[in-house]
């Protein structure tokens, strides 16, 4: 009986040891977050050194979103006065983690806040795994984006605005379309949608015409409104593709409660032109 006890005694040690050994162990870094004070009639810009890839917000009372046309920098603002502390956490393209505890104020001390320095960086924790292709993508549009016109493409105009494809280019199995969009009217374009897809040359009275829809793979650049008076430029990274006997390739941009819709037709010719990325 005693020996049945010593043995008990003895587990019971064993465990507490082992238990304290697990616990030292699974010691977490506690790392405090920014705090951010918002207000409902002001919004608030956080500019980040990276392109945004995930966003998170800790309460309804909380409006967020990214800037049109813009990869990093968030707009944020107070839903309504007075709004109980809730959180935010934003990831960035580099695996980046910054938080913040936000609270209300009815005037901030700053409202466009240049965000430098993240609580948890890549290099001290992997928050995810960064896909090699995307970032290589995402490079070539930048540069791609930059470079003077290289090609003599089609273009379509209607009533002031226009498209034309500035250049093409080809990296690996991607194609970049270098679009111009201009607008030299007095009205805003707000672009309704952006579509790329190949479609039959001709169209029998008894066939349906069968649309191919081309899924961009990457677009940078602003394709929610073109402004009045102004031109940008919009890069579109797509996969490799020909274009099929007695086909042809469609960009179509149409115009949200207008009827400035635009359209151009590319053709193999187009694309056995492009250029390489260098």
Request: aromatic share 10%; glycine share 4%; charged share 25%.
């Amino acid at each position: 009986m005693k020996r049945i006890r010593a043995v008990w005694v003895l587990g019971i040690f064993l465990a507490f040891i082992n238990f304290k050994s697990f616990a030292q162990d699974a010691k977490t870094a506690l790392i405090e977050p920014y705090r951010l004070a918002l207000t409902f009639s002001k919004t608030t810009n956080l500019i980040f050194p990276y392109a945004i890839k995930s966003i998170d917000k800790g309460s309804r009372d909380i409006l967020v979103q990214k800037a049109i046309g813009v990869e990093n920098v968030l707009q944020v603002k107070a839903a309504k006065p007075n709004f109980a502390e809730t959180n935010l956490t934003v990831v960035t393209a580099d695996g980046s983690l910054f938080s913040y505890v936000l609270n209300y104020a009815d005037k901030p001390t700053g409202i466009n806040i240049k965000v430098q320095n993240a609580q948890l960086k890549p290099e001290s924790v992997a928050v995810f795994t960064k896909d090699a292709t995307n970032d290589l993508i995402q490079r070539s549009a930048e540069k791609i984006s930059l470079k003077r016109k290289s090609a003599n493409g089609p273009n379509d105009v209607a009533n002031g605005t226009s498209i034309a494809i500035k250049g093409l280019y080809v990296q690996d199995d991607v194609l970049y379309f270098q679009f111009a969009l201009q607008n030299y009217s007095a009205l805003n374009y707000n672009i309704k949608l952006f579509r790329f897809f190949i479609k039959d040359k001709k169209k029998s009275k008894r066939t349906a015409s069968q649309e191919i829809e081309i899924n961009p793979i990457y677009i940078l650049g602003n394709t929610d409104v073109i402004r009045s008076n102004s031109e940008q430029v919009v890069v579109v990274a797509v996969p490799k593709f020909t274009i099929p006997d007695k086909k042809v390739f469609i960009v179509q941009m149409q115009e949200q409660n207008g009827g400035r819709n635009l359209q151009l037709e590319i053709r193999n010719k187009e694309i056995f032109k492009a250029w390489r990325v260098q």
